[in-house]
C-alpha cells in the first residue's frame, strides 16, 4: 500500500515523538510543522522531513491524507475542524480543549468530513490496560463498586532536553492547558472513564505544591462520581518515583493496574495473594507507535481502538469541573460545565 502523507502541526516534546514514531511505522510520508524556526531546522536534519513554518500554508500547499496536531490545547479545535474541512483526517493531542467553545463545531465539522477522527490519549493502546479492561468487562467480578488511583512522578524529567524548559510551555498556564488536572489527570480520567463511563461529579482539591518556576497546580485530589460508583484520584507530578497504581474493586474481588512493575493482576475474595499477569518491557516510544499503527488502520478503514472525539469531549468535562471545583470549593457537576 502506498505511503500516508501525514502532517504533524507543533514539534516540541510530543510532535517530535510522534515524528518519529510515526516514521517507525514505515506507513507514513511525515512533513513537520512548527512555528519556532529553530526546531524545524532540527526536525528537517535529524529526520529528513519537508518542513513548513505556517499550518495554514502547509494545508494549501499540499494535499496530506491525516495531520496530527501536537500544539498546546487552545489551538486543537480551530485547527481540527479546519483540517477536517479540508478533508484530512486528524489525530489530535489530549487534552480535546480547554474549554468547551467550539467543541459541537468540531463534531459537526467530523460528522460533515466523513473523515476519522481520534484524540491521542495513549493509554488507549497499552496493552497492560487492554488486557485488564477487558476483565474488567467481562464481568466475572461483577459490578465495579470503587476504583482508586494513585500516581506521581517527576513532570519536568520527561521531557527531552533540547526541547523548552517546561516553565516556558503550555503548562504554565491553564488556559493553554496546563496545570497538573489538564496536563496528566486528564490521561487516568479519560481511561477510568472508558471503563465505568462518564464522570458524573467531582470535589477536587488542587495546590502548586513544589514545581520551580509555575504557580499552576502540580498535586491534586478528586473524589468522583461515575453513577453509582465512587472514584478517587491523587496525582502529583514532583515525587522521584515514577509510580502509578490504578485499583478496581467489585464485591468479589479486585483487579490492580501497576504501571511501573508492567502488571495487572486479580485478587478474588477468599483468595490469599495477587494473581499477577506481567506485560513485557517496552521503551517510551513503543506505545507511541503502537497509537500511530493504530490511527494508520484506522484511516485504513478498520475500527478505531484509540478515544473518540465524543469521549474525549467528556473527558473535557471531567477537567473543567475540576478546575471549577478546585475554585469554587465545591462539588461541581460535569453537565453543567459551560466554560
Ligand atoms: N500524550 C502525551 O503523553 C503527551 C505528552 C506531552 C504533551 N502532550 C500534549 O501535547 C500538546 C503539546 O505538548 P508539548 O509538550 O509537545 O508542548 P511543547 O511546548 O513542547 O510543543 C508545542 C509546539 O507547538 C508549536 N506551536 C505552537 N503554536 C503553533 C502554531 N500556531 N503553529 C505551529 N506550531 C505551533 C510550538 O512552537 C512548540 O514547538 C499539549 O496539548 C500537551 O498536553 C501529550
Known sequence: MALHSLLIIGCGSIGERHLRCFQRTGRAQVSACDANPALLETMAKTYQVPTFDHWEKALAAQRFDAVVICTPAHFHIPMAVRVLQQGC???????????MAGVDDLLKAHALSGKQASVAYVLHV???????????????????????STSGQYFPGGRPAHTVHYSQTYYRDRKMGGGAIQDALTHTANWVESVVGPTDSVLCDCAHQVLPGVTVEDTVNVSARHGDILVNYTLNQFQAPNESTLQFNTAAGSVKIEFHHRRWGTFKLGDAAWNWRDV???????????????????????????????AAARTLRFNLAALASADAGARVHCDRVIA
Open 126 to 148: 497499552y496493552p497492560l490496560l487492554i488486557q485488564a479492561r477487558e476483565f474488567l468487562r467481562s464481568g466475572e467480578f461483577g459490578p465495579i463498586r470503587h476504583v482508586t
Open 89 to 99: 483526517h486528524v489525530l489530535i493531542e489530549k487534552p480535546l480543549s480547554q474549554s
Open 280 to 310: 513485557p518491557p517496552a521503551d517510551r516510544d513503543a506505545p507511541f507507535i503502537a497509537q500511530a499503527e493504530a490511527f494508520l488502520d484506522q484511516i485504513e478503514g478498520k475500527p478505531s481502538r484509540l478515544c473518540s472525539l465524543e
